[in-house]
């Protein structure tokens, strides 16, 4: 990973990222802003809150901080609460009803339409109250080496059929 954070400290930043947004410290406005913030063109309280909670490095390229953007604006649009740690993204889109065709999409972009199908994702599971564990997502994201990538996109796809077909047995 290029994100400075060593992939196993990648929980503790989203971790502690999410409490961050879910805390008084963070004004309703600012929430608000970050809910409603495109990865082009962050408000000034996305880099108040970058400067406080996101890994050394996070803007190193361009690239990473629309990648940073990106994650925060996907956990605000979500919270409160938007980070559950027992919950895989996959598994979270398949329970709520997250269609195939949209998931492929998801996994198959790279870039900024990566980025724009990630926040219709996220106000897919926001919108259904649904929280899910972010760190698949910061993977899908901040990950650059091709191989680690198409892990976390065989395990997010592996999440979400798991759910599928667990689903489809209790309905039979």
């Not at 604006?73 to 980070?83: C, D, E, F, L, R």
């Not at 269609?99 to 219709?120: P, V, Y």
């Not at 901040?142 to 680690?148: K, V």
């Amino acid at each position: 990973m290029s994100t400075q954070v060593p992939e196993a400290n990648l929980s503790q930043v989203i971790g502690r990222v999410a409490a961050a947004i879910d805390s008084d410290w963070l004004s309703t406005g600012d929430r608000a802003a970050l809910r409603r913030m495109s990865p082009d063109q962050p408000p000034l309280a996305f880099y108040r809150f970058a400067l406080r909670y996101l890994p050394e490095g996070w803007d190193s390229t361009e690239e990473l901080r629309r990648d940073w953007t990106t994650l925060v604006a996907g956990m605000a649009i979500v919270s409160p609460n938007p980070h559950r740690p027992d919950l895989p993204f996959g598994q979270a889109l398949a329970e709520e009803g997250y269609s195939e065709a949209r998931l492929e999409r998801l996994l198959s972009a790279d870039g900024d339409t990566q980025r724009t199908l990630l926040l219709r994702a996220a106000r897919f599971l926001a919108a259904k109250t649904a929280a899910c564990n972010w760190i698949h997502p910061a993977q899908l994201l901040l990950t650059r080496h091709a191989d680690r990538r198409e892990q976390c996109r065989r395990r997010i796809a592996g999440d979400f059929y798991s759910a599928l077909e667990k689903k489809q047995r209790e309905v039979v």
